[in-house]
């Protein structure tokens, strides 16, 4: 089956620096990525839709400039966190589909910490 | 936006019991997947089920469309069940993009 792979896992950092997670699609070409927040006990927020090749498109209060997102190849898309700080701290998961498919991958998920 | 609300949001199940989780949505979908992601916050898709009823192992599902609900049904509930339940749905038009709802923490004890 389609696998999504997401990384790091795991991340911590200081204050003020950027931080890049990687969503690579293994086993498909993904035309369209999304990239969630989860906030703990909270449910998953959509960030930002990124399709290869163009800009990602992202939804109403997420910071474009803070969350910058790069989806330059069908396998893979980058999710970078500028200038980060401690309320960025968050669980990021990336999910990915091909063109035509009705069930979506997920990653893994990254959990940034931000000290 | 569409709403997405699940119900309810905790249950605590002895082992090998049964239980029904509900998912209501405020707008018509021509998506709607269940997922449960376990403590390590992996998300595994149980069902893609827009409409009608699926069935897999102890897990069954329901969605009725017309009256914007789906049910999940665990029956003889196991500790591994234990995790959160998200249903997620898309609005007709909207290219993938999934809105997930509140879910719901069960907890399977022995």
């Known amino acids: 089956g389609a696998v999504v792979s997401q990384h790091p896992s795991r991340v911590i950092c200081k204050s003020g620096t950027s931080v890049k997670i990687e969503c690579r699609s293994l086993d498909f070409q993904a035309t369209t990525m999304f990239w969630y927040r989860q906030f703990p006990k909270q449910s998953l927020m959509l960030m930002a839709t990124s399709n290869e090749g163009s800009k990602a498109t992202y939804e109403q209060g997420v910071e474009k400039d803070k969350f910058l997102i790069n989806h330059a190849s069908l396998t893979l898309s980058t999710l970078t966190v500028t200038s980060a700080h401690p309320e960025d701290s968050s669980f990021y998961i990336c999910?990915?589909?091909?063109?035509?498919?009705?069930?979506?991958?997920f990653g893994a998920g990254s959990r940034l910490t931000v000290l | 936006g569409i709403q997405v609300e699940q119900s309810p949001p905790d249950l605590i199940l002895q082992e090998g019991a049964n239980s029904t989780l509900r998912c209501n949505f405020s707008d018509s979908v021509n998506n709607l997947q269940w997922f449960h992601q376990n403590p390590w916050g992996q998300l595994i898709n149980l069902f893609y089920i827009p409409s009608g009823t699926k069935q897999n192992g102890r897990l069954s599902a329901t969605t009725v469309a017309t009256e914007r609900y789906s049910l999940l049904y665990i029956s003889s509930s196991q500790t591994t069940d234990s995790g959160v339940y998200f249903c997620?749905?898309?609005?007709?038009?909207?290219?993938?993009?999934?809105?997930f709802g509140t879910g719901t923490q069960l907890k399977v004890e022995l």
């Open positions: 997620a749905v898309e609005v007709t038009g909207g290219g993938n993009k999934l809105t």
């Open positions: 999910s990915a589909s091909t063109s035509g498919a009705n069930v979506l991958t």
